[in-house]
């Protein structure tokens, strides 16, 4: 991480120095067009071509350097996401959390829902009680609980 602040360092000195020698010329211009007058230096338009170059100079290293910065702010802001989400999650599941307790609340409703008569876990139970007490007491027979168990 700490290439990335190096990176970000060279990048925006860089781009001060673009926009002081930006500044400094404009001012030796100005003044050397104030002392020998405009016409001799640069006409209007290209004066005005000059500048409108210089800027879009800079703002196209304005536009790299603010890339930069969103690529590596955008590693750190997913970093710190994760870290934020794995902690609610791992704080909200811990004894009495509102996820824990919603799991479990959810859970009895689902067990007593299955477990009351004509329920599937209450079926399965019944099913396989009467199956194993079949096969105690009668051995090889198969039982079919179907029949009512009279055999």
Known sequence: MRGAYILI???GSTI??????SILTAYAFSAT???QGMN?????NE???VLLACIAIIMTLFGVFAAILAVYGFASIESKAGTIASNAVNSSLEEGGKLAT???EQVEVLVA???SPG???HTLTVETVQKTAAEAIYGEIQYDPNEGGDE
């Open 113 to 115: 829902k299955l477990s």
């Open 40 to 44: 001799s230096v640069f006409n209007f």
């Open 9 to 11: 360092l060279i990048v």
């Open 102 to 104: 919603s799991c479990s």
């Open 119 to 121: 329920g599937k876990l």
């Open 33 to 35: 067009v104030a002392t």
């Open 16 to 21: 001060l120095g673009l926009i002081c020698g």
């Open 47 to 49: 004066f005005v071509g």
